[in-house]
């Protein structure tokens, strides 16, 4: 167990090391030239030489990943800007934004916490309505609620992000007037109180949960078929147990083994931002930082948006193996 | 069905009425295709200490019977029909919670594939104990110990260590041998096996028909074996029955089966069983065609399109009618078929025995 994880958590340091030599070769194949936008609206060549030099874009790519690479491993970072006026950038450094000057490392930990909470409700309903459903779902199969409730999957699954958002904020908003408009765009629960923290979280978490919720329902559904035909279902049925313990010791255990991997990779990814989402709720969290920083061409912010979901997905797997082998006695993790 | 169920299960002894009989069951099954009839009447009586072999092929209607018996249909589509008499209660028409109290306490089962009838998430022990404590009132240590000393009884190595195990790391004879632990767990008077061997070797098939029978000695258990295999019925049962499609066609004592069949399909059967002392150039014969669709039965007799002694009937027509199942002799020994039973008898002694 130990030197599995040992194994595992090496392969996801090459995985990483893999992903941002590929980001950052990528970057520079498009015909974007950050200089450019640094050097603002009074451009000549003469600025653009100076930003250049500070920036290094004058020496070899090569050199120019060495650099990035060295903020990520030393221990104590690295400097940034021209002579003269050099500053220490503390590990981690993801660099300095081309369009703001502002670490990039201080703009993720700050948008950070709006997409944990975003991921991190949306989760708990979707993983709760979705089971709930594709159970009843499954025990009803062929009745009227099955039937309801494989119709409202695929109305969930086939219902876009951007319009259910939009028609959520628009009701409830807008027209009923139900929830108050926002007045920020990143709301700390110990800073606003619940309250305005629920207020600020419900319909975002609700768009993003709908889509999920409705592919955890189908799943749930068609595992928990499948499992309730399981010859073990009828030994528990002939042992004499209550129809709840066979359905939820016997049947729901064995069922949910594949929803707690798809859940594990669902969160994990959700954790490094949810762009649409974030987007119609102008939510400062990862997901708009990351649109911001592609629409900006601007490297650093980049990197590290793409870097720091990364770790979030492979970890994610990392975890959800693990979470199998606990879960499923057959599983050895070698 | 009209009999009320609210008899308790104790109050038949000594009634002189039989321990299990099973009047005119019938199992269907409504489908899209059509009404699916997997049993078809089924009677027979089993008392306390006895063992019932009941043989057929694939889709005979032997495993659909023993789940009717223990009410494993009620809550599906099957519409199950006639009666179930267990110990003086009936079981058609007792309700879910009513017969739950039964299963596993009073009526037991070994399934046939031990590895997919236990669940692959619990420990072996403890789906021993939940067997004995769904049923008694008593704390998990009595439980456990009552589990650990089944397990020892049905000869399995370290009882106490591989209570821990996970079925999947049993082998199937002893994975089968803890299904059987996990039926007696509760001392149950009738015993169903479903085909309790078939996914066993011949050495550890031996172990376990013979495991079976040390335990029906000691908790003098009704058995009703369910089996493709003649050979286990030989060894195990006093009675058989023989099934072909959803309906009894021979039954008697083992013995009247073995070496007076009257029935063509059961003289396939005993035809078909591979023999080491014959011969190397003989051919295994098998029975011609495949078994009937349970939807669409055929005309008369079910086993007429694959019976080769048609041309030996008088004064019926296989294709008319469904021959009745009639007595035999003095022995209880029935059989469906129109070829008259002289001429049955002279057909088995010169045509089949010399071949067998």
Known sequence: MGRYLIRRLLQTVVILWVISAITFFLFWITPANPALLICGKNCNTETIATVNATFGFDDPLIVQYGTYM??????????????????????????????????????????????????????????????????????????????????????????????????????????????????????????????????????????????????????????????????????????????????????????????????????GGLLGGAVITEQIFSITGLGKFAIDSVLGNDLPAIMGVVLFAAIFIVLANVVVDVLYAVIDPRVRLS | MTESVTTTASTSAGTGKPFLELKNLQVHFPTDDGLVKAVNGLSFTLERGKTLGIVGESGSGKSVSSLAIMGLHKGSRAKVGGEIWLDGAELVGMSVPEIRRLRGQQVAMIFQDPLSAMHPFYRVGDQLVEAYRVHNEVPKSVARKRAIDLLDRVGIPSPDKRFFDYPHQFSGGMRQRAMIAMALMCDPQLLIADEPTTALDVTVQAQILDLMMDLQKEFNSAIVIITHDLGVVAQMAQDVVVMYGGRVVEAGPVREIFYRPEMPYTWGLLGSIPRVNRGGDHRLKSIRGTPPSLINLPKGCPFQPRCDYQQHVEGHSCTGEVPDLLQIGTEDHRVRCHIETGQRKKLFTEQIKPNL
């Open chain 1, 70 to 267: 060295k903020g990520l491993v030393s221990p104590t970072g690295r400097d940034i800007g021209s002579e003269g006026s050099e500053r220490n950038c503390a590990w981690p450094c993801f660099g300095e934004s081309y369009q703001n000057g502002i670490p990039v490392w201080d703009s993720i930990s700050d948008a950070f916490p709006a997409t944990f909470w975003l991921a991190i409700g949306a989760a708990t309903i979707w993983l709760f309505f979705g089971v709930m459903l594709g159970l009843l779902a499954a025990l009803r199969k062929g009745k009227a609620l099955d039937k309801l409730s494989v119709g409202l999957a695929l109305f969930g699954v086939s219902f876009p992000t951007i319009v259910f958002g939009y028609l959520l904020l628009f009701l409830f908003i807008v027209k009923l007037k139900w929830i108050p408009f926002p007045d920020t765009a990143n709301a700390a629960l110990f800073e606003v109180g619940p309250v305005k923290w629920l207020q600020f979280y419900i319909l975002p978490w609700i768009t993003l949960a709908l889509v999920f919720a409705a592919l955890y329902t189908r799943l749930t559904r068609a595992n928990m078929i499948d499992t309730m035909n399981e010859d073990y279902i009828r030994t528990a049925r002939a042992k004499g147990l209550g129809e709840g313990t066979v359905i939820f010791k016997h049947g729901l255990r064995s069922a949910l083994t594949p929803i707690v991997t798809i859940f594990g990779l669902d969160l």
